[in-house]
């Protein structure tokens, strides 16, 4: 049964998760790709949908990774080596494949990431206020409220009545801003650094920040950890008054995420496997996916991987002629 590809897309986009959209766009025969086929490309390699044949996917895969990294969408071409450079041209990145076909390829891939993903802790109007601004923003908010119901929170959406930060869903993109107002400062931040959020923010005086880190200091947590914390949490905008302490906190966080702070790394990393082995193919230069790979040879107590048989049989018939020019099993690096 074909894969619903927008239907993938709709779950990931549902769970809070980074992915691309490849899409053929154009087409030479006699490449295996139609105009209009689709897949959708995860942070960590794996591929849902059908493009084309054996040595386009790869590269595509590697494209939809480095679009999901810098958030910008490609045309992606492919083709034979000597028809790489009438291709390249602003937007386009063009890629030789060097299979025995004359067929090509034009892929638009798209990277589709999630809004950035908020978690308040405390109840009072500061916290109610941040949850509210970030919503309207487009991000996802969730107020955490370890002493009260959601009754104390009017027109915020998402509470969870406890300090159980998994629940909150808490990631490497996440942002977690404690805002007890000295209620259980103490317990909420220590939750909150045993979280990987990219931001924790402390809403405190200095003074009360200082007490805080010290008591976390006291129950083990290194410098490292507590270097960890913004406090206080949001820019300095004086005495100002809850509600502007919330709009204070949320200026900095957009200030972050324009300078690519926060909010990325959950498109860099995937969920387990979270790397990709790769390893070149010796014969026409292509990337290949090792755990997916059909065709590999042993040599020289080296093992080679191939993007198809007629690579392998090259290879085999002369090894010596290719063998410096391939790569073992190695981990392609965050894009």
């Not at 000597?82 to 390249?88: G, K, L, P, S, Y």
């Not at 601004?133 to 107020?143: D, E, F, K, T």
């Not at 000295?182 to 931001?199: C, I, Q, R, S, V």
Request: proline share 7%; aromatic share 6%; net charge negative.
């Amino acid at each position: 049964m074909a894969i619903d590809v927008l239907e993938v897309a709709r779950e990931l986009s549902a769970g809070g998760q980074a992915y691309a959209v490849a899409t053929v766009v154009w087409r030479r025969s006699p490449s295996s790709g139609q105009v209009g086929a689709r897949a959708v490309v995860t942070p960590d390699g794996r591929i849902r949908g059908w493009l084309s044949g054996a040595c386009a996917e790869p590269a595509i895969i590697s494209e939809a990774r480095r679009a999901i990294a810098d958030g910008a969408p490609r045309l992606v071409f492919l083709g034979p080596p000597t028809e790489v450079e009438d291709h390249r041209r602003d937007g386009v990145v063009s890629i030789p494949i060097s299979c025995e076909s004359e067929g090509a390829l034009e892929v638009y891939v798209e990277p589709v990431l999630p809004p950035p993903h908020l978690i308040v802790i405390g109840r009072s109007p500061a916290v109610d206020a941040l949850a509210q601004m970030a919503s309207a923003l487009g991000w996802r908010a969730v107020v955490v409220d370890d002493e009260h119901g959601g009754d104390e929170h009017p027109g915020v959406a998402s509470i969870i009545p406890s300090l159980d930060l998994d629940a909150a869903g808490v990631t490497e993109a996440s942002v977690v801003v404690v805002a007890t107002q000295g209620h259980y400062d103490e317990e909420a931040l220590e939750h909150a650094l045993k979280t990987p959020a990219a931001y924790v923010g402390l809403v405190a005086s200095r003074r009360r920040a200082e007490g805080v880190l010290s008591y976390l200091r006291d129950r083990g947590f290194s410098d490292q950890d507590l270097g960890r914390v913004k406090a206080p949490a949001g820019l300095d905008l004086g005495r100002v008054s809850n509600p502007e302490i919330a709009v204070a906190v949320l200026a900095e966080l957009v200030q972050l995420r324009a300078a690519g702070a926060i909010g990325r790394v959950a498109a860099t990393r995937g969920s387990s496997p979270s790397e990709v082995h790769e390893a070149l193919d010796p014969v026409c230069g292509m990337t290949v996916k090792v755990s997916t790979a059909r065709y590999r040879s042993a040599y020289a107590g080296r093992t080679y991987y191939f993007c198809s048989a007629g690579c392998l049989s090259r290879f085999e018939a002369d090894p010596n002629v290719y063998a410096q020019a391939g790569s073992p099993e190695r981990v392609a690096p965050d894009p």
